[in-house]
Nanobody, 126 residues
Framework: QLQLVESGGGLVQPGGSLRLSCGAS?????????IGWFRQAPGKEREEVSC????????DYAGSVKGRFTISRDSAKNTVHLQMSSLKPEDTAVYFC??????????????????WGQGTQVTVSS
């Protein structure tokens, strides 16, 4: 069973940057999985932030992060990154990555995800 592990969270000042990483435990490959990044702030519903298809050719972003966040795949390291720049206090949340086995004939983000990580905390504060 695919288990995901997020890393890279922490405390950063407004305007700063962080890079989150999503990897698979037990060296299971992410090559055929679509990946999504989600976040959940206290008292708020979970929000999808970004997604990337298994080939990396298709990606999408929530309007609130477009132009500030970039999702990418590093197949050599079996990792998906979320580069976050120009961070704002409202970006504070627990960030989760999720994976869904791709339909290899449909190079697009998934709408549902079966596998989830435990999350990593991102706090944007001065």
């Amino acid at each position: 069973q695919l288990q995901l592990v997020e890393s890279g969270g922490g405390l950063v000042q407004p305007g700063g940057s962080l890079r989150l990483s999503c990897g698979a435990s037990q060296s299971l490959s992410l090559d055929y999985s679509n990946i999504g990044w989600f976040r959940q702030a206290p008292g708020k519903e979970r929000e999808e932030v970004s997604c990337i298809s298994y080939t990396g050719s298709s990606a999408d972003y929530a309007g609130s992060v477009k132009g500030r966040f970039t999702i990418s795949r590093d197949s050599a390291k079996n990792t998906v990154h979320l580069q976050m720049s120009s961070l704002k206090p409202e970006d504070t949340a627990v960030y989760f990555c999720a994976a869904e086995l791709a339909d290899l004939y449909n190079d697009a983000c998934s709408t549902e995800y079966e596998y989830w990580g435990q999350g990593t905390q991102v706090t944007v504060s001065s």
